[in-house]
């Protein structure tokens, strides 16, 4: 089935410096999504990426489509301790009808204040 | 406002409990889904309801029982469940299913079966 490799699995930085994690595929998604987790918490939507090549922006938050459509990155600038959490790359699919999303493993992010 | 609620927050039960875990939106989706997710993994899909109608059933067992009496409403009915069956529970909804919409996620239901 299909999978993503996200990386770092993660990242122990220091207050104010900038982030960046990533997700590749061996297969083609339409859609990738980013979300951040806190624990005992859902998922939080950050940014929807629906265009190869497309490169969008939530605050500090810039987040790729990359062309190939097999990869996306998403950074974080000037970071700062409510960052702390897992974030998770999602992939989406149309399979029978519907959507399904395949999630990468996770990049924890710990910030020393 | 994507907001999907969930309750109950904890749910502690034993293996030979009946019992249900509820998921609620209110933006006029018409797609939801059940995850779960255990620690420190990533959510793996269960179910998916689209228009009602179950879409998706990620080869769940049986013991686990979806239902969506209304496109605001999805149910989790849960029988007969195993220790290993203890984890987070989420429910996400889309705007659709048929094309390529956002999925939001509601808080989850921790599961803990004794």
């Known amino acids: 089935g299909q999978q993503l490799n996200q990386s770092p699995q993660s990242m122990f930085i220091q207050e104010g410096e900038d982030v960046s994690m990533n997700c590749t595929s061996s297969?083609?998604?339409?859609?990738w999504l980013w979300y951040k987790q806190d624990p005992g918490e859902g998922p939080v939507l950050l940014i929807a990426l629906y265009k190869a090549g497309e490169l969008t922006s939530n605050g500090r938050l810039t987040a790729q489509f990359g062309i190939t459509r097999k990869d996306s990155f998403l950074n974080i600038s000037a970071s700062i301790p409510s960052d702390v959490g897992i974030y998770f790359c999602a992939g989406q699919l149309g399979i029978q009808g519907a959507q399904k999303l395949v999630f990468g493993q996770g990049t924890r992010l710990t910030i020393n204040p | 406002d994507t907001e999907v609620t969930q309750t109950p927050k904890h749910l502690v039960m034993g293996m030979t409990n009946k019992k249900s875990l509820k998921c609620e939106q209110h933006?006029?989706?018409?797609?939801m889904y059940w995850y779960k997710q255990k620690a420190k993994k990533p959510p793996e899909l269960m179910f998916v309801?689209?228009?009602?109608?179950?879409?998706i059933n990620e080869s769940v067992p049986s013991r686990f029982s979806p239902e969506c009496p209304n496109s605001s409403l999805l149910n989790l009915h849960l029988h007969a469940l195993q220790p290993e069956d203890s984890a987070l529970y989420l429910c996400?909804?889309?705007?659709?299913?048929?094309?390529?919409?956002?999925?939001?996620f509601g808080p989850g239901t921790r599961l803990t079966v004794t």
């Open positions: 996400a909804s889309s705007q659709g299913a048929g094309g390529f919409y956002e999925q939001y």
């Open positions: 309801y689209s228009y009602e109608k179950l879409s």
């Open positions: 297969s083609i998604f339409n859609t």
């Open positions: 933006m006029g989706h018409r797609a």
